[in-house]
């Protein structure tokens, strides 16, 4: 597994060894040892997750005020466009994005470090979405800031209205939502 920085210290786009040939491809999805060893961090995952969603459905920007989540996130089925957004006040970083393009040909993963809202927008016809979390989802602490919250000004690679929960369509601007 390779560890590659982005432009956000702490946020990190992981490549793991695939072994393919005309017969297809193997690769191990996630190995504590060499996540530590990549990332020089060690955590613990408690819980791994699994959504799927149609072409343009946009999921996020979320994070939980308490019992916040690290999500270690990949796609096996189709492509999406992944977020992570630093909402530390402390941080040098407060308020900027990292977004990478996630699919089921590359197998890269990205790393959201707790403290970060963290959102998605299906590219492909569909697709498989997987994460690990590094706590318990709590729906009592979940929050969602504005996808399109002009401050922090993403570009989503997706053109057209993406498809929203209720949930999604109510988010806050990042100046107006809790903040680590």
Partial sequence: MKAIPTNIP????LEP???????GFFFESFNQQAF?????????????NHSRSAKG????????????QGKLVRVTRGSVFDVAVDI?????????WEGVELNEDS????????GFAHGFV?????ADFLYKTTDYYAPEYERCIAWDDPAINIDW???????????DQHGLLLKDAYAY
């Fill in 107 to 114: 197998h890269r993963q990205l790393w959201v470090p707790a």
């Fill in 122 to 126: 299906v590219l492909s016809e569909s």
């Fill in 10 to 13: 702490d946020v990190m786009i």
């Fill in 36 to 48: 530590n060893e990549a990332t020089g961090l060690d955590l613990q995952f408690v819980q791994d």
């Fill in 157 to 167: 690679h997706f053109d057209g209205e993406p498809q929203l929960s209720g949930k």
């Fill in 17 to 23: 060894k695939v072994f393919g040939d005309s017969r």
């Fill in 88 to 96: 530390r006040q402390s941080s040098p970083t407060f308020g900027q």
């Fill in 57 to 68: 459905v946009l999921r996020g920007l979320h994070y939980q005020i308490q019992q916040p």
